[in-house]
């Protein structure tokens, strides 16, 4: 089955800096890899995400990359603010009609200093 | 439109009980997965269901965990009995057919003692 590795686990950064979050997946038949940030008391919301067809995308101030050939892909958020502190988590998804099953990684847990 | 809503939020209950978990995905979501997140490790994929039906239940730890979904709409999942290591936050999600990506609900944060 597929497995996900995501890391660091923690990272903090000071108000303005980049932080960037790797994480790296398993099965070559994942084609969707979304990110999710999850705040206390929430459930994780999705942020943004990529296809395997893709190699980069970018949202305002986050952007993910994909390397399909090295099967990894990075989150970066950059111009960081105190509310982007929470819980990163990124994922391996299977195609929409074959189950659309997500493998996620452990998280990270951002703190954005001010 | 409404989201994902879980409820309970949280529970605590003795182990050898049974807890009920319900989910409301959606409406017009075709599918509903659960998930846990245990010891703050990674979320962990439960079981998928396609409306009323379960196409894929790999996830499901043990027969003492049991989830339906009612006329394909909201789901419930219940433990019997609960055991020490079943502690953790279920989430459900929901998403529209032929969609990638999924919205979750808060998760219900279960405790047994």
């Known amino acids: 089955g597929e497995n996900v590795e995501q890391h660091p686990s923690t990272l903090s950064v000071q108000e303005g800096d980049s932080a960037v979050i790797k994480c790296t997946y398993s099965?070559?038949?994942?084609?969707?890899f979304p990110w999710y940030k999850q705040e206390l008391g929430k459930g994780p919301q999705l942020i943004i995400d990529i296809r395997s067809n893709v190699g980069e995308k970018k949202d305002q101030r986050i952007a993910v990359t994909l390397n399909k050939t090295a099967k990894h892909f990075s989150l970066h958020i950059t111009e960081t603010q105190p509310e982007d502190s929470a819980v990163y988590f990124c994922?391996?998804?299977?195609?929409?009609?074959?189950?659309?099953?997500?493998?996620f990684g452990d998280g990270t847990t951002l703190t954005v200093k001010p | 439109e409404a989201g994902v809503t879980q409820f309970p939020s949280h529970s605590v209950i003795e182990k050898g009980q049974t807890v009920t978990l319900r989910c409301d995905p959606i409406?017009?979501?075709?599918?509903l997965y659960w998930y846990r997140r245990v010891m703050g490790k990674e979320i962990k994929f439960l079981l998928h269901?396609?409306?009323?039906?379960?196409?894929?239940e790999s996830g499901m730890p043990n027969n003492r965990f049991l989830a339906e979904r009612t006329g394909g709409t909201y789901s419930t999942l219940k433990v019997q009995p609960a055991e020490l290591e079943d502690s953790g936050v279920y989430f459900c999600?929901?998403?529209?057919?032929?969609?990638?990506?999924?919205?979750f609900g808060s998760g219900t944060r279960l405790t047994v003692v």
């Open positions: 269901f396609v409306k009323e039906s379960k196409q894929d």
């Open positions: 994922a391996a998804s299977t195609p929409p009609d074959n189950a659309g099953k997500s493998t």
């Open positions: 409406s017009g979501h075709d599918n």
């Open positions: 999600a929901s998403s529209r057919k032929g969609n990638y990506g999924y919205t």
């Open positions: 099965d070559s038949a994942s084609n969707y």
